[in-house]
């Protein structure tokens, strides 16, 4: 689900997350963001205010994509997100993205482009997550 304005107080996931509360008791939230480009990156606590750190449900997932795949990711701590919000609200939740220099690959900058796109990137990215929902 595409949900936009994530930098108006995560207003789409809100809206989505209030229209479809039952839908979605019991379900498993992965925030991507910036896979065409940057290294691969599992965020394992995200918020500034009020961090939250992953689940270890969803770090086995995590592990049994890279056993799978023979991929590795980074970790890090990050800024509030959309699984961060998810996870306020007492979902399982993680983020996944493209970084460089430490933020999102090209976010929000004159190159968030659809040409930085690198497609052997977001292939390989892609794997790694369908691996993570088939280890679910």
Sequence with gaps: VALGAENAAHSGMQAFMDEHADELKGS???????????????IEREGFLKPKA????MKRFLRAASEKTGFSTATMD???TTAQY?????????TIMGME????????SKDDTIDNIDEQTL???AAFVMAILKSM
């Design 78 to 80: 990050s800024r509030d």
């Design 28 to 42: 498993i939230i992965i925030n991507l963001e910036a896979l065409g480009a940057g290294r691969l990156t599992f």
């Design 54 to 57: 992953v689940s270890s449900r």
């Design 101 to 108: 220099q430490g933020q999102a690959a090209h976010y929000g």
């Design 86 to 94: 998810a996870m306020s609200r007492g979902h399982q939740a993680m």
């Design 123 to 125: 292939e390989a990215n």
